[in-house]
C-alpha cells in the first residue's frame, strides 16, 4: 500500500485515543458519514501495530460502552456471516485530520463492512483501557496509545500511555502546557501525576484477555508536552444548501 | 446598512427568542410569592447564559463543528452517552412543556379545550421541522416574540412604587411567610429556567446551520451580550408585573392565564391579545428550538448528518428522531397530564442536568485545536469557573429541595 | 402545586383501596391551612377576573378559562382535604374548614356561570362576596396557626 499517507495531524506523532477516536467523519464536500468509533490496527510481519483503517457503526461503538454485555450479545443472537462487523474506512481514503477527519470520497460506498475476522487484524479498543502491570505490579490502565508515521509503513504504534482513569480522561490537558481554565487543568493533572510512558518494544500484549505486561525504562507523562503550536480547526467545508 | 439590518435582526429576534414557557411560568410564579426578591437570581443566570452561549457560538463559528458534537470526542463514549442521556431527556421533557404552552395559549383566545389543540400543534410543529427554512423559523418565531414587551409596557403602566421593587431586588427580602426551603428551591429553578440546558447545544447548532465563520464573532456577540440580556429583562417584568398585581391578593400563579392577568389589569385587552400572541410565539418558538435540539444531540452523538442546512433525504436519522419525538410528546399531552407542571419538573430537571452540559463546553472553549487562536480569555475562564462551581451546587440541591418542598408548596 | 400533592394522594388512595389517610393533628392542620391558602388564591384570582371582565379589560374567551381552572383547581383542593380523616380534637376547625371550602366551589361556580352566560350585571355582586370570602378564609388559617 502506497498511497499518500493522511495529512493534518498524520504527519506527527499522535496519541490515537485523544486525537482520532470520537473524531466526526466528513466526505470530500462536508457530509457527515459518522463518528471514528474505533480503530484498525494490523499487525505488520515484524510484529509492529500499524493503523490501517477507521470502523464506524453501532458493531464498533457498543463494545466500547458495555464489552461484557456486548459479547453477550454477540454469543445470545444467532450467526449470521458478517452480522457483528462493523463498517470499515480504509486509511487510504482518508485525506487528512484536523479537529475531524476528512476523507477523500464521497460518502456513498466509503464505508463497506470489514473483512472477516483476521487474526492480524486488531482493535484499539481491545487495548485501550486494559489493566497494565509494570514488572509484575498493577500499575493502571491504558490510557493512550501514541503511533508515529514512518514513511513508508504508515502509522507506527510506538508507545503506550498508562495511568488511572479511563482512556482520554486528561482530556487533552496533558498535551498542551498552558490550556485553560486553570481550576480544570490543576484537578486534571493532579488526577493524572502517576501517569507514565512506555515504549511498545517493552510490552506484552494479550489481545484474549485484554492485558499489558511491560518492564523496562519508562518516563513520566508529565515530560510530554506538544512541541508545535497547535494547527486549529482546519478547513472547513459544508454541503449547500439545496 | 444591510449590515446593520442583520445585526438588528439578530439582536431582535434573541431578545424575542429568549423567552420560554419556563421562563414565563417560573417567573410569574415567583413574583406572585415572593416579589422581587428572586431577580437577583435572575441576573445571575442571564449572566451565565451570555457566558456559555458566547462560547459554544463561537466553538461554532470557528471550527464549524457544534458543541454537542463535541462532548463524546473529549469526554469519551461512556460519559457522552450519559450526558446524551440527560440532555435529550430533560430537552424532551421541555419540547412537551412548550407544545403544551402552545395549546394552553390558543385555549386562551379560543376556549377550545388544550387537549384539543395539542394534535393541531404537534403536526405544526413537525411540519415547520421538516420542511420550513431554518432562519425563516428563527426569525419570525424571535420577532413575533417580542409582543411580550408587552410586559415591561405594563409593569411601566402600573406605576408601582419603582423604590419598593429596587429594594427587595437587592435586599433580597424574603415574605414572612415563606420558608427558606422554598426560596432556595424556586431560586434553583429560576436559575434552571434562565440556563436551560438546550439552548447553548441549540445556539450552536443554528451557528453550523447559519453557516457561521470567524468573521461572523461580532455579530454573534452582539446577540448574546446585547439580545440575551434585554430578553431577560423581558423576564424580569413578567416577574415584576405579577408581583405588583398578583401578590398583594395572594394569587398564587399556577396557570397561563394567572400570568396574563397583570396585562389586562394595565393594558386592557388589547394588552392580554398582545401578551397572548407573546404566550404563542415564545412557545412555538421554543418547541422548534427544543425539538431541533433533541435531534441535534441525538445525530451529533452518533455522528450522523443533522440539520436542515442539508435536504431531509439526506439526513434521514435526524429527521426520524424529530418525527418520532413529536409523536411521543402529543401522546403524553394526550393523557391530559397538566402542561404547566411538566414546566415545573423540567426546570428542575433542567438545574440538575446543568453540570453535564456547561463542562464540555468550558473545556472545548479552551482547545485551540476546535477554536484556533480564540480560545477564552482569563476573565471568562474564571467566570466560567466560578459558574461551574454555581451550577454543581444548584444541580447538587436541585432535587434534594424538590423533594423537602413538595415541588415548592 | 397541588396537582402534585393530588397526583401523590390519588396514588395512595388507589393502593390503600379508598381507605382516607389517618394523619396527626399538626400535620392535619398544616393540610388545612394550605388548602386554604390555594383557595383564597383561586378565590382571589375569580375575584380579580369579574372586576378586570366588568371594566372590559380582559378577553372573554381567558375570563371563561381562568374561571374554570379555578373551578377544577378547587375542587382538587377541597377533595385532598377531605380524603384525610380529622385526627381527634379538630372537629370544629374540620367542620369550618368544610364549610369555608363548600362556600367557595359555590361561589366560584356561580362566578363561572355569569361569566359564560356573560351576565354583567351579576358581576360585581358575586365579587363582592368572593371577597368577603376571602376575608374568611384568611381569618380562619390565621387561627389554625
Known sequence: MSAALPGGRFEDEMDLALHLLDRQVQDAEGALVGKVDDVELTRAADGALVVSGLLLGANALLPRLWRRGHELWVAAAPQRPGQHVPDRIDLALVERLDSGVRLRTRRA????????????????????????????????????????????????????????GGPGSMLGYDRKADMGPWAIATVVRLLHRGSWVVDIGQCAIDWTHGSVAARGPRRPLSQDRERRDSRGPGKRVQPGED | MKRFFAVALGILTAIGGFVD??????????????????????????????????????????????????????LGPRIGLL????????????????IGGVALSLQLVTSVHELLWVPFVALAVWLLLWRAKFSAIENVLGLLGLSLIVFAVALWQLGPDWGELAHQAVTVDKPA??????????????????????????????????????????????????????????????????????????????????????VAEALGKIGVAIAVLGFVAATFGAACE??????????????????????????????????LITLAAAGVLLTGVDPIVVTEVSVVFSAVALPLTYFPILVIANDPDYVGEHVNGRLTNLLGTVYLVLILVAAVAAIPLMVVTGMGQ | MIRVRVAVCCALLALTGCVPSEPSAPDWRSSARQALEDTVSEVETVALVLDLESGQRLLGSAAQVAAVESEEALAKAEQTLSSQQPPAGTERDDAAVSDLLGRATDLVREARIALTAGDEGAYDDVRGRLLDLSDDLEAERAELR
Open chain 1, 109 to 164: 460506498g466509503s464505508a463497506p463492512p470489514a473483512r472477516a475476522l483476521d487474526p492480524e487484524r486488531l482493535r484499539l479498543a481491545l487495548l485501550l483501557g486494559s489493566p497494565v502491570t509494570y514488572e509484575g505490579e498493577p500499575a493502571g490502565r491504558v490510557i493512550d496509545v501514541r503511533a508515529r508515521p514512518e514513511g513508508e509503513r504508515g502509522l507506527v504504534v510506538r508507545e503506550l500511555v498508562v495511568g488511572r
Open chain 2, 21 to 74: 414557557i419556563g421562563d414565563l411560568v417560573t417567573n410569574a410564579q415567583v413574583g406572585a410569592r415572593f416579589g422581587l426578591a428572586i431577580a437577583p437570581v435572575v441576573v445571575l443566570g442571564v449572566i451565565g447564559i451570555c457566558l456559555f452561549a458566547e462560547m459554544s457560538g463561537r466553538v461554532a463559528a470557528v471550527s464549524g463543528r457544534a458543541t454537542f458534537d463535541l462532548v463524546r470526542e473529549r
Open chain 2, 83 to 98: 450526558n446524551l442521556a440527560g440532555s435529550m431527556g430533560v430537552t424532551f421533557l421541555t419540547f412537551i412543556a412548550e
Open chain 2, 177 to 262: 411567610s415563606e420558608s427558606w426551603a422554598t426560596w432556595c428551591y424556586y431560586g434553583v429553578a429560576l436559575f434552571g429556567a434562565a440556563m436551560t440546558p438546550y439552548e447553548v447545544f441549540f445556539f450552536s447548532s443554528g451557528g453550523v446551520e447559519e453557516r457561521w465563520t470567524a468573521k461572523d464573532l461580532g455579530v454573534m456577540r452582539a446577540n448574546v451580550f446585547i439580545g440575551f440580556p434585554l430578553g431577560g429583562l423581558l423576564s424580569l417584568a413578567i416577574a415584576g408585573s405579577a408581583a405588583v398585581v398578583l401578590q398583594p391578593h395572594g394569587i398564587a400563579v399556577d396557570t397561563l392565564g394567572e400570568t396574563a392577568l397583570p
Open chain 2, 290 to 323: 427544543t425539538g431541533l435540539s433533541v435531534g441535534y444531540s441525538f445525530a451529533q452523538y452518533v455522528g450522523e448528518q443533522w440539520g436542515k442546512y442539508v435536504r431531509p433525504q439526506a439526513a434521514v436519522a435526524f429527521h426520524t428522531v424529530l418525527l
